[in-house]
Nanobody, 123 residues
Framework: QVHLAESGGGLVQAGGSLNLSCAAS????????MGWYRQAPGKQRELVAF???????NYADAVKGRFTLSRDNATNTVYLRMNSLKPEDTARYLC?????????????????WGQGTQVTVSS
């Protein structure tokens, strides 16, 4: 069982930055791709970004150019650098891991989920 632990959320003013981390433990050699989702109250969970084993990151249009996803295979950690934050980025951010998918764009592509970390952007 892969365990995912997110950290780095918090309260920030619009225009500010936050760095989220997701540390994976357990049989991480099974993991192919990692992703970040977010869910705001009353809204559906949405994909923010994902990165495959080749370390090529892909982003949702809403965050492209502002967020940067990276992966450190030595420490089994993925990082989400969030710049130019907007109030609409307010959500709970969840890390997810996929065993088989190379480009996991669907929720059901992911096998493991973290508990999430709250990001709140004030205007």
């Amino acid at each position: 069982q892969v365990h995912l632990a997110e950290s780095g959320g918090g309260l920030v003013q619009a225009g500010g930055s936050l760095n989220l981390s997701c540390a994976a433990s357990g049989p991480i050699f099974d993991v192919n791709s990692m992703g970040w989702y977010r869910q705001a109250p009353g809204k559906q969970r949405e994909l923010v970004a994902f990165i495959g084993s080749e370390n090529s990151a892909n982003y949702a249009d809403a965050v492209k150019g502002r967020f940067t996803l990276s992966r450190d295979n030595a420490t089994n950690t993925v990082y989400l650098r969030m710049n130019s934050l907007k109030p609409e980025d307010t959500a709970r951010y969840l890390c997810a891991a996929s065993i088989a998918a190379i480009r996991p764009t669907r929720e059901d592509s992911y096998d493991y989920w973290g508990q999430g970390t709250q990001v709140t952007v004030s205007s």
